[in-house]
């Protein structure tokens, strides 16, 4: 409760004044002429004043409201590091204790991690402005800020915070600390597979001096997880390493330093980059052995890739054909044999017969070349047709020896529609085909069949009766696929709806160049908001857990649930930010959650310097909160105006802010009485001149 007094004109304060002049200077004029009624004149004159200045006795019922204060707490990855997490706690502890035991002072706790996206590292000023959102600035006592002191959101200005109150912060970590970390300089975005890209970084190690000149550490850099080259390269200076790419899409490469001496941590050790693997020219060797409708089916799905440099040939004339045309005369080119399958052959990626019988056009030796080709890593694709199942099949070379199809020597013929087998229903090139998921598939019919004794390989494709369509193995380094059927090509004629003809030869294509996405056994991981999800994909029918590396180098293990088949996934969380590696059999992935190089981990040594400016603007300080609690400075009420922090205290502004819940207002100087008053005044004055 409080009592005060109040004017409240019962006209405007001006009008009050202009009447007050005349009436002042009668008064001044009466006391010139010393008049023996101006004393009691003045005293009405002042009581008409005042009576117009209606002056009023209030009672406000008042409640004290308490200020805040606010303690943001830095729990970012930096403050996991060593110690700091048991020191940010028992710092934590003795603050708010000391904050309860003073009156009149609600403390509101902020713990502030990493930013979701990493980009802007440690933002305890935007937790400060979210948890003090609903607080007038008039109740805001100040704020106590706990961390490691990189803190990248500080304002420029104590304007900018929106409040009148001091900002302390206590520091968690030690002066002069020593840490080594790796930063990329210059990296490529993309690269061409097999054709040298360069990597440039620097090694920098800092503490309370400069890194010691002539010291070097030692860098591994790997690729997609398999180790791609080693270095001793020199602190403080920049550093270039010549990688190659092995694969097209997304290549995860990684670059580490090994650990310093009493170094404060290894996270920021590391650096990652993602190059993008681009396929320079893929050049494929496409020979037909005769025009049929299905050869121009291959020609525009070749040449429709803007990436693939297509080399043609159809066999128009073989050797056999003897018409006494004279040479000269002759429009066809000699097929370059010797060129193309002895000379050349390791100059393409992929060698596709279309239909092709031996016909004496290549030598036994030439087919042996390209078995050659094949076991060294090259990839072989076989379209097969009638003349597969006669005595001129390309079974009868050196070819028999990567066929994973044998003839039997006869065909099938009749409509029906092509089947994903089980083992087609896992394997990346035929799993989830358009069109597969019903019986019978929702395709058009084809009405031929190359019968075939499987030998070894995998049947991806089947007739309705159990008869191979499509075969697919290994031959030493390289592959092999065939297709036992020439009639593909219906499918790219839309004939009773067409099929999913493109997706399967590229998907094909691709197998064979041995593209990461279309292996069988394949591991991969991505990280999103918050969440690492692992799929495994596979030809067994079930996998073990996958066992995921955080980047603080704490191991979890995922275990993997079957979602389709053949594909496994599993998620867990990922609240760390930096690199996850994961690690299944021989199999290994790695999947960066937020920025690849988290700006949290660019300097992770404890410092006063960027907390300093705004404690100085606000009037408070900055301290070191040491290995004990009881180090942490004591907590002072301040009143506005005056010194906020001390050698070894802090203090708190205390604004002395109430809520009114009732008022009550008696006027002094009623209408009744004023004019009693003032005629009593004037009466008097009149007596006292009449005397």
């Known amino acids: 409760m409080a009592w005060n007094i109040v004017f409240e004109p019962l006209i405007p304060a001006w009008t009050i004044a202009l009447l007050a002049l005349p009436g002042l200077a009668a008064l001044a004029y009466a006391a010139f002429r010393r008049a023996r009624g101006a004393p009691l004149r003045a005293c009405a004159f002042a009581v008409l004043i005042t009576a117009l200045a209606n002056p009023t006795i209030r009672q406000e019922d008042r409640e004290a409201v308490p ?82 002191g990189q803190v990248q959101d500080v304002p420029g200005s104590a304007a900018a915070l929106g409040f009148d109150a001091p900002v302390h912060a206590v520091v968690i970590g030690r002066k002069g600390e020593k840490d080594r970390r790796l930063r990329i300089t210059e990296a490529p975005r993309f690269g061409i597979v097999d054709e040298p890209v360069k990597l440039s970084f620097r090694v920098d190690e800092t503490s309370a001096g400069e890194a010691p000149a002539g010291e070097s550490a030692r860098v591994t850099v790997r690729i997609d997880g398999a180790e791609a080259a080693t270095a001793d390269v020199a602190i403080g200076r920049e550093s270039t390493v010549a990688l190659r790419l092995s694969h097209g899409g997304p290549n995860v490469i990684e670059i580490d330093v090994e650990e310093g001496p009493n170094e404060l941590t290894t996270l920021n050790n590391r650096a990652v980059v993602i190059a993008n693997g681009v396929r320079d020219r893929l050049r494929v060797l496409l020979v037909s052995g005769e025009p049929h409708p299905g050869e121009r089916t291959w020609r525009n799905l070749l040449k429709s890739d803007p990436s693939v440099d297509l080399v043609h040939f159809t066999i128009l004339r073989p050797p056999e054909k003897h018409d006494g045309t004279p040479i000269g005369e002759l429009s066809l080119i000699t097929f370059p044999t010797h060129e193309l399958f002895d000379q050349k052959l390791d100059e393409f990626d992929l060698i596709i017969f279309d239909r092709y019988k031996r016909r004496g056009v290549l030598p036994l030796g030439y087919y042996l070349n390209i078995v050659e080709y094949v076991e060294r890593g090259g990839a072989f694709l076989a379209a097969e047709g009638p003349a597969f199942a006669s005595p001129y099949s390309i079974y009868r070379t050196p070819l028999a020896a990567i066929l994973p199809g044998q003839p039997t020597g006869e065909i099938s013929v009749g409509g029906y529609r092509a089947e994903v087998t089980e083992t087609g229903q896992r394997h990346p090139v035929t799993a989830e085909l358009p069109g597969a998921a019903k019986s019978p598939p929702e395709w058009g019919r084809w009405f031929r069949t190359i019968d075939v004794t499987a030998d070894h390989g995998e049947e991806l494709m089947e007739t309705p009766d159990g008869k191979p369509l499509m075969l697919l193995d290994r031959a030493g380094e390289g592959r092999v696929a065939q297709l036992l059927s020439d009639q593909v090509w219906l499918w790219s004629r839309g004939y009773e709806g067409g099929g999913p003809q493109a997706e399967l030869l590229r998907r094909l294509a691709h197998w064979l160049m041995k593209e990461p996405d279309l292996e069988e056994e394949n591991l991969s991981a991505a990280a999103q908001g918050g969440t690492l999800t692992v799929k495994r994909r596979t030809m067994a029918d079930e996998t073990p857990p996958a066992r995921v590396t955080l980047p603080s180098g704490k191991e979890r293990e995922v275990a993997l649930e079957e979602v389709a088949p053949g594909r496994f996934e599993g998620t867990t969380e990922a609240a760390e930010l930096g690199l996850y590696r994961i690690q299944q059999g021989e199999l290994s992935a790695v ?82 009485l004023a004019l009693i008053l003032i005629l009593g005044a004037l009466a008097l004055a009149w007596w006292r001149e009449g005397r």
């Open 67 to 148: 200020d805040v204060a606010a303690i943001v707490v830095d729990r970012s990855q930096s403050q996991e590091i060593g110690v700091r997490p048991e020191e940010t706690s028992a710092a934590l502890e003795k603050i708010a204790e000391r904050l309860a035991r003073e009156e009149g002072i609600e403390t509101r706790i902020v713990t502030a991690t990493n930013d979701p996206d990493g980009e802007a590292g440690t933002a305890l000023f935007s937790a400060l402005e979210e948890a003090l959102s609903d607080v007038p600035r008039e109740r805001i006592a100040g704020a106590i800020f706990i961390t490691d």
């Open 591 to 672: 999947a960066a959650a937020g920025p690849l190089n988290p700006r949290e981990f660019s300097d992770v040594r404890a410092t006063a310097d960027l907390m300093q400016p705004i404690a100085d603007a606000t009037g408070g300080g900055v301290w070191w909160a040491g290995e004990n609690a009881d180090d942490t400075p004591a907590i002072r009420p301040v009143r506005e105006g005056q010194d906020a922090a001390g050698a070894n205290w802090m203090g708190l502004q205390r604004n002395e802010q109430y809520l009114v819940h009732a008022v009550h207002q008696v006027p002094l100087l009623t209408g009744p």
